[in-house]
């Protein structure tokens, strides 16, 4: 089960920012606390909600609308025995937020001739999932129109990401994600080409403190260089409520009779 639970924050990874799989814990503890839908704010803003089964399965995840009113929602379905067999990942097309476009224009922003209305309704993505003696090996996003979107090869139980990003075909962006559990991450390099900026590499690495069992906080290092630490405060059932750093993320949860 355990296995089965990182191929889905992996999915989530992929369309989702600002929020990664660290936020994420245990399907255990999910199920011991009855939890039926977790939602995330970004201060204030809620940006997303996850949705539970009974034995604390990710079934559901949905991503609020963005400033260009696409609203991303991802579904799983399980066999038997827990391993995830199918995956439905839609994006509806709603209208463009006027409100946050007109504020940005006054601040010198003009950006309604980047967002546009001109899409589907709904835009289906694809993936193709690919394992190895029950192993994930493979995990490949395709885009609404079939073309490649995004490539995930998977070394070491998991525990190594090799993430690809293709446009038009050809590939403009590598990342390597080093795990020390299912949920964290202990380095983070890769490059990425950039149109009138040519070739930007990074190189991250990452520290934890402990305290109970639990992550009390960890910074983030850029080439050796320390730069923020985010601190991860619980509730009485060990569930994560709140992480804080140059914003604060707030989490709720819901719960089943």
């Not at 463009?96 to 950006?111: E, N, R, S, T, V």
């Not at 694809?126 to 995004?150: A, C, W």
């Not at 964290?184 to 040519?198: H, M, S, V």
Request: proline share 1%.
């Amino acid at each position: 089960m355990k296995k089965h639970l990182s191929i889905i924050f992996l999915f989530i990874s992929i369309i989702t920012f600002g929020q990664e799989k660290w936020t994420y814990q245990s399907d255990s503890i999910y199920k011991v606390n009855k939890v039926k839908a977790r939602k995330w704010f970004n201060g204030n803003k809620l940006t997303a909600t996850t949705f539970y089964d009974s034995n604390g399965r990710m079934i559901k995840f949905q991503h609020e609308a963005f400033l260009g009113g696409k609203q991303k929602t991802i579904y799983f379905e399980y066999d038997i025995s827990g391993k995830l067999i199918n995956q439905v990942d839609t994006t509806r097309n709603g209208k463009p937020d006027k409100k946050a476009l007109k504020k940005f224009k006054k601040m010198g922003l003009d950006l309604s001739s980047i967002i546009k209305n001109d899409k589907p309704e709904i835009e289906v993505s694809p993936f193709e999932i690919n394992y190895t003696n029950d192993e994930l090996v493979k995990l490949t996003q395709y885009n609404s129109d079939g073309t490649l979107n995004i490539i995930d090869h998977y070394e070491n139980d998991g525990k190594k990401q090799i993430r690809e990003w293709f446009k038009n075909g050809e590939k403009y962006q590598e990342s390597i994600t080093e795990y020390i559990d299912d949920f964290q991450k202990e380095k983070y390099y890769g490059w990425e080409i950039r149109a009138n900026y040519g070739k930007d590499e990074w190189n991250y690495t990452f520290d934890y403190v402990y305290e109970n069992g639990q992550i009390k906080e960890f910074t983030r290092f850029d080439n050796g260089e320390k730069k923020e630490t985010t601190k991860m405060e619980y509730d009485y059932n060990g569930l994560l409520i709140r992480a804080s750093s140059f914003t604060t993320e707030i989490f709720k949860y819901k719960y089943y009779k």
